[in-house]
Nanobody, 127 residues
Framework: QVQLTESGGGSVQAGGSLTLSCATS????????MGWFRRAPGKEREGITG????????YAIDSVKGRFNISRDSAKNKLYLKMSNLKPDDTGVYYC????????????????????WGMGTQVIVSS
């Protein structure tokens, strides 16, 4: 059984930092792309950053570049999102996901029906 479980959300003031974690288990071997998505209030879910297992390159949308950093600890089966200089526009529910296709596509709004998703963790950034 595949499980993705996010943690680390919370409330912070603008300019603050948070690190989200996503614990994974049971992922099929060919699900070797993971990413973070968020759903801001009143908006659709968007892909914000992703990576390929075993690849040092990461991918992110412009609005989070330089502020958010995605990483993975393969030994712990955990994905992380280190967020700094948070802005009120970063408020939303953050989801981790795993898939088999290009995470660059995810950042362009193209996700796949066979992706695995966590339940999300809330991040609130106050001004």
């Amino acid at each position: 059984q595949v499980q993705l479980t996010e943690s680390g959300g919370g409330s912070v003031q603008a300019g603050g930092s948070l690190t989200l974690s996503c614990a994974t288990s049971g992922l099929p071997r060919n699900y070797n792309r993971m990413g973070w998505f968020r759903r801001a209030p009143g908006k659709e879910r968007e892909g914000i950053t992703g990576l390929y297992f075993g690849d040092t390159n990461t991918y992110a949308i412009d609005s989070v570049k330089g502020r958010f950093n995605i990483s993975r600890d393969s030994a712990k089966n955990k994905l992380y999102l280190k967020m700094s200089n948070l802005k009120p526009d970063d408020t939303g529910v953050y989801y981790c996901a795993a898939g088999r296709t290009s995470c660059v596509r995810w950042l362009a709004g193209r996700t796949d029906s066979d992706m695995f998703w966590g339940m999300g963790t809330q991040v609130i950034v106050s001004s």
